[in-house]
Nanobody, 124 residues
Framework: QVQLVDAGGGLVQTGGSLRLSCAVTGRAVYSGAMGWFRQAPGKEREFVAG????????YYADSMKDRVTISRDNAKNTAYLQMNNLKPADRAVYYC?????????????????WGQGTQVTVSS
């Protein structure tokens, strides 16, 4: 059974950086596409970034474009989300997600596996 364990959230000041990680367990090599989503209090879960199974293609939502970088290390079965220049509006629970297909999607319903979420808080 594939499971995702995401980590790396925390409290940072405005302008700070965080690197989130998402470890995939239950599979020797995970080759499906992966994505990061976030959900702020009272809001729907929104797409942040996606990466294809071969790590050749990435896609970013406009909300955090130019401030985040998604990557993955298939040898370690781990995906990352580097976030820079964080703002108070970025406060949310961040979730990693994985799907069996090679290509990512920005739709949450397109992902089969989800991490438990990691809280990101940005102080002003």
């Amino acid at each position: 059974q594939v499971q995702l364990v995401d980590a790396g959230g925390g409290l940072v000041q405005t302008g700070g950086s965080l690197r989130l990680s998402c470890a995939v367990t239950g599979r020797a090599v995970y080759s499906g596409a992966m994505g990061w989503f976030r959900q702020a209090p009272g809001k729907e879960r929104e797409f942040v970034a996606g990466i294809s199974g071969l790590s050749t293609v990435t896609y970013y939502a406009d909300s955090m474009k130019d401030r985040v970088t998604i990557s993955r290390d298939n040898a370690k079965n781990t995906a990352y989300l580097q976030m820079n220049n964080l703002k108070p509006a970025d406060r949310a629970v961040y979730y990693c997600a994985a799907r069996r297909e090679l290509w990512y999607t920005s739709s949450a319903s397109g992902y089969t596996y989800w991490g438990q979420g990691t809280q990101v808080t940005v102080s002003s």
